[in-house]
């Protein structure tokens, strides 16, 4: 079993669209969490953190649930420029040591 | 401004050959990292540092190495360059952590071919 694991899509959706994105983690012992953008051939960016008591970046809104080991993502009124890969990541070690687990991306498409 | 660059953004290399990828950050970041990225895959850590004279391997570290002499760069080298080395490697940085808000920063990228 992959220690992140997301549903890789594509999701094609129409501007304006609400879309969610499902993530799962297998370590119980994660310490943190993230969601993190990728534009086609470019590196990652960190989107936003999540926290166990969900947090809003204006159209995007990220939830933790630790006691099912899974995270979510729901971009609200869709843009053509949130077309993109969006990876789910999860640290492990804390502190000074922390290490970052990749999910493999799941794939975003906002049609006109 | 501080940034993390890569060198060189493209290569192509022949079986066998030693090749060394740059990785350089102006951010005076402590922690800097190697990842790969191939179709199929998330990110996968090659190698890590936690500071000056400190490496560490990571979970595909297996014909990689690192050398960490000063804060601002951490070269890796692929020692014989194997076909299954032909990816997009990324270099990441990222503070002491403070809590759970570290953020790693990429370089943009260096695609490898090796035929």
């Known amino acids: 079993r992959k220690e992140v694991e997301q549903d890789p899509g594509p999701f094609n959706v129409p501007e304006g669209a609400t879309v969610a994105f499902n993530c799962t983690y297998s370590?119980?012992?994660?310490?943190?969490f993230f969601w993190y953008r990728q534009d086609c051939r470019k590196e990652p960016k960190l989107l936003m953190s999540?926290?166990?008591s969900g947090n809003e970046d204006g159209r995007f809104t990220a939830q933790l649930n630790r006691a099912s080991q899974y995270i979510s993502l729901l971009i609200r009124d869709s843009k053509l420029s949130d077309s993109a890969t969006y990876l789910c990541?999860?640290?492990?070690?804390?502190?000074?040591?922390?290490?970052?687990?990749f999910g493999t991306g799941t794939l975003l498409a906002v049609q006109p | 401004d501080a940034e993390i660059t890569q060198s060189p953004r493209h290569k192509i290399t022949e079986t066998g050959r030693q090749v060394t990828l740059a990785c350089h950050q102006t951010?005076?970041?402590?922690?800097m990292f190697w990842y790969r990225q191939d179709l199929g895959h998330g990110l996968r850590l090659i190698h890590y540092?936690?500071?000056?004279?400190?490496?560490n391997k990571g979970e595909v570290s297996d014909g990689y190495s690192v050398s960490r002499s000063n804060t601002e760069d951490l070269p890796l080298t692929l020692e014989s360059a194997a076909s299954s080395q032909t990816s997009v490697y990324f270099c990441?940085?990222?503070?002491?952590?403070?809590?759970?808000?570290?953020?790693?920063?990429f370089g943009p990228g260096t695609r490898l071919t090796v035929l």
């Open positions: 990441a940085s990222s503070e002491k952590g403070r809590g759970y808000t570290d953020t790693q920063y």
């Open positions: 370590n119980s012992a994660s310490q943190s």
């Open positions: 999540v926290y166990s």
């Open positions: 990541v999860v640290a492990t070690g804390g502190g000074a040591t922390n290490k970052l687990i």
């Open positions: 951010w005076n970041h402590n922690n």
């Open positions: 540092s936690y500071g000056v004279q400190d490496t």
